[in-house]
């Protein structure tokens, strides 16, 4: 094709998601405003004395101030050097419960 909007090897190659390598000050600040809403949800819930199927489960994750910075912005990836990942590199990241990971690492 021909004219301004023609193929070049620029762009047609390269990466295609520029992820950052490591979060930035923002994006772990909103990672924990989100964990600390989701502990007020499963608080509020625990309060409210309905029962749930899953409230066992969620009452046995770690609350946002006891995790360690490790578990918070990382998760274990078996196929990563040094077997952590940066959370962020996790697809739908804000989504998921990422709180428990192996012992050890």
Not at 40 to 46: K, M
Request: no cysteine; charged share 30%; hydrophobic share 40%.
């Amino acid at each position: 094709m021909f004219g301004a909007f023609r193929a070049t090897s620029v762009a047609s190659g390269g990466l295609l998601w520029k992820t950052p390598w490591k979060l930035s000050v923002t994006r772990k600040a909103n990672a924990r405003s989100r964990l600390k809403k989701v502990d007020a949800v499963i608080e509020a819930v625990r309060a409210s004395g309905v029962p749930i199927r899953r409230q066992e489960r969620a009452l046995e994750l770690p609350k946002e101030h006891e995790m360690p910075a490790k578990d918070k912005y990382t998760v274990f990836s078996a196929t990563a050097k040094g077997y952590r990942k940066g959370i962020h590199k996790v697809p739908k990241w804000t989504r998921l419960t990422l709180r428990t990971n192996p012992k050890g690492f």
